[in-house]
T-cell receptor
């Protein structure tokens, strides 16, 4: 499988606990994105990386959220002190970031988070 | 700022017929890209079709085509010969493009739920 892969696919955690999601982008894709999607809504942008550099962060990314892409390959998204409002699907995506069809952003299957 | 409006929360279509899903956008970027994605109940976001704002021809990918009307800021998705497996949520999205490359921040609409009837 050469698509974007995310792990774990499902996570149930107690409020106040920390959780970490991992994303492996499509090989050779320079850009990696994190989105969040709640029920009945479209995905909302959280942050994106160009190689290892985090180029943009949404205001949705509170100080409890941190994302890294240390070697420019896989990325992790950590949520500290989870709250029930963090319950959502966290989508990772990647793209070449070049012009035309290279702008196409491919998504993984998502990681569902339930905070109880 | 960018915004996507999808005015059809839900649509029904008979199997084998064509259907058009509406999308209008608002962007201040001179150059931008438009995308359509399909999201089945399993949750994965499946890329369908891409249209660059400077592309003169409407994009097509198999049964999917994009009716791009730049002056009206609309990018409607046309699905021909609908199949039962087309039943899903469909999202329109836009991103700015600077120097031919994506600026990264993909803005989505609220989606349209398409149901294909046998």
């Amino acid at each position: 499988d050469t698509g974007v892969s995310q792990d774990p696919r499902h996570k149930i955690t107690k409020r106040g606990q920390n959780v970490t999601f991992r994303c492996d982008p499509i090989s050779e894709h320079n850009r990696l994105y994190w989105y969040r999607q709640t029920l009945g809504q479209g995905p909302e942008f959280l942050t994106y990386f160009q190689n290892e550099a985090q180029l943009e962060k949404s205001r949705l990314l509170s100080d409890r959220f941190s994302a890294e892409r240390p070697k420019g390959s896989f990325s992790t998204l950590e949520i500290q002190r989870t709250e029930q409002g963090d319950s959502a699907m966290y989508l990772c995506a990647s793209s070449l970031g070049t012009g035309g069809a290279g702008n196409t952003i491919y998504f993984g299957e998502g990681s569902w988070l339930t905070v109880v | 700022a960018q915004k996507i409006t999808q005015t059809q929360p839900g649509m029904f279509v008979q199997e084998k017929e064509a259907v058009t899903l509406d999308c209008t956008y608002d962007t201040s970027d001179q150059s931008y890209g438009l995308f359509w994605y399909k999201q089945p109940s399993s949750g994965e976001m499946i890329f369908l079709i891409y249209q660059g704002s400077y592309d003169e021809q409407n994009a097509t990918e198999g049964r999917y085509s994009l009716n791009f009307q730049k002056a009206r800021k609309s990018a409607n998705l046309v699905i021909s010969a609908s199949q039962l497996g087309d039943s899903a949520m469909y999202f329109c999205a836009v991103t700015g493009e600077l120097y031919g490359g994506s600026q990264g921040n993909l803005i989505f609409g609220k989606g349209t739920k398409l149901s294909v009837k046998p």
